[in-house]
């Protein structure tokens, strides 16, 4: 019977998600023929150009790299093809086109943040987070044109914590969907996958931008908890404050009922606590963490020492 190990691999995968699923290809000596990943991109206050994250693991592994800029160019078919690989794998790419995903004789596998049909799309773990779930997981299937509709493989939930942020969670899972990426191997190597039509109510988890992250302050503080927390840490969720973005990165529901005050309002301030409170569309969110544009992150006590904010002043 064949071994995950007999097998030879395509990896596709750009960011700090992909990497540990890569990692875990290399420890098991799990033979990687080439990586595609994307471009290097201008980044830090020099703007140089910078390697993604997989590129500097393929790097150090010595293994072959693509970065097309165009999914579908002769090129980059042409270079797929010279790796000759029995299986590619998705780790956080991008769309592939059918003349890609369907070139390795064994499938085109992708490993996805979240327990499927549900969370299909580029953002997961933020949605999870931002509608309040209690359990997620991951899941590897077979790619198929429709995006993260192809039929499953395996899945592994998790829980997701009370307090739990989504730079916290994407570290989990990143764990979780390499481990399940090994067995997924393993089971595809030996001819025994198990395939499963996705079933049950699915949804969407679309790309964040910026715009998504403001705070819209007429929601429960229970809702802004969780979009704070899934917001964190990039892009960050947002507010205003005297003309300047303020983010916050880490509250709590402080008084879960009352509606004694307009959304959004200061409804408590004490410095030596460092408390700051603010009225939602429904109870008071007590905030803990934040940054000033401009200034870096703090707690809300050193905010609260160095900055004059107005008891009943409003946060838009």
């Given amino acids: 019977m064949r071994q995950a190990q007999d097998l030879k691999i395509v990896f596709m995968g750009t960011p700090e998600f992909a990497v540990a699923s890569l990692q875990k290809l290399l420890d098991h000596k799990i033979p990687v023929a080439g990586v595609v990943t994307g471009p290097d991109k201008p980044s830090g206050r ?42 590619f794998v998705v780790v956080a790419f991008r769309i592939l086109p059918p003349e890609v995903f369907t070139m390795p004789p064994l499938g085109t596998i992708n490993v996805h943040a979240s327990l499927l049909p549900k969370y299909r799309g580029a953002a997961p773990i933020q949605w999870a987070i931002i509608n309040g779930e209690i359990e997620t997981g991951v899941t590897t299937f077979f790619i198929e044109e429709k995006v993260d509709t192809g039929e499953m493989i395996l899945q592994r939930k998790t829980a997701i914590g009370e307090f739990e942020t989504a730079g916290e969670l994407h570290d989990r899972l990143a764990v979780l969907g390499a481990d399940l990426l090994a067995e997924t191997l393993a089971q595809i190597a030996a001819g025994n996958v198990q395939r499963q039509r996705q079933a049950g109510e699915a949804s969407l988890a679309p790309k964040i931008s910026k715009e998504t992250a403001a705070i819209d302050w007429k929601k429960s503080g229970r809702e802004i908890f969780n979009f704070v927390r899934g917001m964190n840490p990039v892009p960050g969720a947002f507010t205003n404050w005297q003309g300047r973005n303020l983010k916050i990165f880490r ?46 992150r703090m707690s809300a006590a050193e905010f609260l020492r160095g900055h004059q904010i107005r008891f009943r002043e409003k946060l838009n």
């Fill in 46 to 87: 020099g703007l140089q150009m910078q390697p993604t994250p997989v590129k500097k693991l393929a790097l150090q592994a010595g293994l072959p790299i693509l970065q097309p800029e165009k999914l579908r160019e002769a090129q980059f078919i042409q270079g797929l093809r010279e790796w000759q690989a029995e299986v």
């Fill in 251 to 296: 509250a709590r529901v402080y008084n879960e009922a009352a509606v004694d005050n307009e959304a959004g309002v200061v409804v408590k301030i004490n410095v030596k606590e460092g408390e700051l409170v603010i009225q939602t569309g429904r109870g008071h969110l007590a905030i803990d963490e934040l940054q000033l544009e401009g200034k870096r």
